[in-house]
């Protein structure tokens, strides 16, 4: 059974910084890309940042130069810290993972999700 968890949502002021956290737990041989993603009021889905099991990121044009994703993969945690929030940044933000497995019929990979936490940025 693999769960994916975020932590470090909360309420942050206009110019503030949050940190998300995110770790992912159970039985699996490796995680390739971790990332993640938020749900806006308006529910829509967008990707924030993401990054590979080299560690090669991809962000948001809106979020670039203010969040940084980082991985550790001793711990199986990802990371989104956030500064210099913007009201606009106010979101559901979930975790994903790609957790890969050995099966009988080799290496398989499969997409988990995290249950969300709140970010919101007002004065």
């Known amino acids: 059974q693999v769960q994916v968890a975020e932590s470090g949502g909360g309420l942050a002021q206009p110019g503030g910084s949050l940190r998300l956290s995110c770790a992912t737990s159970g039985t699996f041989f490796s995680i390739n890309d971790m990332g993640w993603y938020r749900r806006t009021s308006g529910n829509r889905r967008e990707m924030v940042a993401t990054?590979?099991?080299?560690?090669?990121?991809t962000y948001l044009d809106t979020v670039k130069g203010r969040f940084t994703i980082s991985r550790d993969d001793d711990k199986n945690m990802v990371y989104l810290q956030m500064n210099n929030l913007r009201p606009e940044d106010t979101a559901v933000y979930y975790c994903?993972?790609?957790?890969?497995?050995?099966?009988?019929?080799?290496?398989?990979?499969?997409?988990?999700w995290g249950q969300g936490t709140q970010v919101t940025v007002s004065l």
């Open positions: 990054i590979t099991s080299r560690g090669s990121a």
């Open positions: 994903n993972a790609e957790v890969v497995f050995r099966t009988t019929e080799g290496i398989r990979g499969r997409p988990y």
